[in-house]
C-alpha cells in the first residue's frame, strides 16, 4: 500500500511565503507524476501543479503559475510546493497526489494515490 504524507501547511499573512512537502512511501513508486491539488471550502478540488518523476517536467495552473513552483528529490521520493506571495484565495487544503497516468493532471484528474491533506490559511 502506497503512503503520501504532506506537511508544512499553516497560517500566514498575504504576500508571505510557504513550501509543502510530500513525503513517498510504500508502492507508490513506478508513480509517473507526482501533482498538487487544493480544495477550499465549498469548492471542487482544483489541479495545482505537476511533476514527472523521471524528466522533471511541470505543469501549473493559471491560477499560480509564476509563484508556486513545483520540485522532485527522487532519493528522498519527496516533491516540494514552494508558495510565494500567498493570496487570501490561495486558502484550502492541499494535496498532494502520484499517478501512473502520463496525461495532463490540469485536464484528467486521474490519480493513483492521495495524501491525506494539509491546510493552508493566508490571512489579509
Known amino acids: 500500500q502506497a503512503q503520501l504524507v504532506e506537511s508544512g501547511g499553516g497560517l500566514v499573512q498575504a504576500g508571505d511565503s510557504l513550501r509543502l512537502s510530500c513525503a513517498a512511501s510504500g508502492r507508490t513508486f513506478s508513480a509517473y507524476q507526482m501533482a498538487w491539488f487544493r480544495q477550499a471550502p465549498g469548492k471542487e478540488r482544483e489541479f495545482i501543479a505537476s511533476?514527472?518523476?523521471?524528466?522533471?517536467?511541470?505543469d501549473y495552473s493559471d491560477s499560480v503559475k509564476g509563484r508556486f513552483t513545483i520540485s522532485r528529490d527522487n532519493a528522498k521520493n519527496t516533491v516540494y510546493l514552494q508558495m510565494n506571495s500567498l493570496k487570501p484565495e490561495d486558502t484550502a487544503v492541499y494535496y498532494c497526489a502520484a499517478t501512473i497516468f502520463r496525461g495532463p493532471l490540469s485536464e484528467y484528474n486521474i490519480v493513483n494515490y492521495w495524501g491525506q491533506g494539509t491546510q493552508v490559511t493566508v490571512s489579509s
Open positions: 511533476v514527472t518523476l523521471s524528466e522533471g517536467n511541470t
